[in-house]
């Protein structure tokens, strides 16, 4: 496991070691998008990644595609940011925060006017949004205009600038698992017929528009992108995967980000592509078989032998043990994550999980 503990640079940092905190939402947030001192103290306690990236963070209103979500869209909210990255810093990680946009997972529930969601195309996603009063199917959302568009690439960057601003060491473009960016890419979910929509180059457009706009506004070794080529979530399809990933990862490889960061789906093989394709450093949540989830040490230690990766991120591992690598470093035991309390709630589930010393 020792190739886990070697530094690696990523962007303009350096890492003491090559496990990263995957994002994963887990809905503490306060209703106003604000996160809390739970949160901060949630954050701090796994400094011991070489980098955390943070849950899924909304740029805009009717950019929330679950409640009890943080934002990065009032002053408010990033002030609140102000306590998690210091609280992160002073313990000695390092932290970016995950930049995403609902799009059509979204509901006017969320919304203080009830306004639809927006998305490339008028496609509801199939899914429901869940509420304490109950469960509401996702509506067919408007679909977005070239303005629509615009507003919101300035979003992803006005949300970058405020992310720098709270504190954090930079930000990661949420691409992935079924959200506004990967609506535009798949096929699927896109079926435009303006420069937005159709051939592979029209489809990457967005996330590559929004890309250039975060990297202008904050540097782009500040700047990762996370996709997941083959995930049906959020009900998603792709019809070209290979071609489609391969011709976004060639767009974005000359903005010379701070990384790239793949979320398998069981599918090494298009992974060995992709890792051809980009020239600068790789994060893998290591999925190499449909069977390998949640994502174990192992998986990750294969990835960086293959060379198909510079750092793994973890997720699950991460939410139950916020001391990862000294648990890894000593074989174990892992505290077993409890799917209960995953979203929502209190300390329970979120902060208690025990320490291997204590």
């Known amino acids: 496991m020792e190739e886990l503990f070697e530094p690696v640079s990523i962007g303009s940092l350096e890492l003491p070691n090559r496990l990263v905190m995957a994002p994963m939402t887990r809905s503490r947030a306060v209703e106003d998008g604000k996160v809390t001192g739970l949160i901060a103290e949630y954050y701090a306690q796994r400094a011991g990644a070489g980098l955390i990236i943070t849950e899924a963070t909304q740029p805009s209103v009717l950019g929330q595609g679950y409640i009890w979500t943080p934002g990065l869209h009032t002053g408010d909210q990033v002030v609140a940011w102000r306590d998690v990255t210091d609280a992160v810093h002073a313990a000695g990680g390092r932290i970016f925060a995950q930049i995403m946009h609902g799009g059509r997972v979204g509901h006017p529930y969320l919304y203080p006017d009830g306004a639809l969601p927006l998305a490339p195309s008028p496609i509801a996603s199939g899914e429901q949004l869940f509420t304490p009063y109950g469960m509401l199917d996702h509506p067919e959302p ?23 601003d709270a504190g954090f060491d930079g ?135 293959e060379g198909v990766a510079d750092a793994v991120a973890f997720g699950e591992m991460w939410l139950a043990n916020p001391d990862l690598p000294a648990r890894i470093k000593a074989g174990g035991p892992y505290n077993a994550a409890d799917e209960e309390s995953f979203y929502g709630g209190d300390h329970r589930g979120y902060t208690d999980y025990p320490a291997l010393t204590s």
């Open 142 to 164: 408007r679909e977005m205009s070239v303005e629509d568009i615009a507003q919101a690439v300035q979003e992803f960057a006005d949300a970058a600038r405020n992310a720098v």
């Open 171 to 305: 930000v990661e473009l949420h691409g992935a698992n079924g959200y506004l960016i990967h609506q535009f890419l798949a096929d699927g979910s896109n079926t435009r017929t303006d420069s937005y929509g159709g051939a592979v180059e029209n489809r990457i457009r967005f996330g590559v528009e929004v890309a250039r706009a975060v990297a202008g506004a904050i540097g782009a070794e500040r700047l990762g992108f996370r996709i997941s080529p083959g995930n049906n979530a959020n009900g998603v399809s792709e019809s070209d995967t290979v071609e489609l990933y391969t011709a976004l990862v060639t767009a974005l490889a000359p903005l010379d980000l701070a990384y790239l960061h793949i979320m398998e789906v069981g599918d090494r093989s298009t992974t060995r592509k992709l890792r051809a394709a980009w020239p600068g450093a790789l994060i893998l949540n290591a999925h190499p078989t449909p069977e390998s989830f949640p994502s174990r040490p192992e998986y990750g230690v294969e990835a960086l032998r």
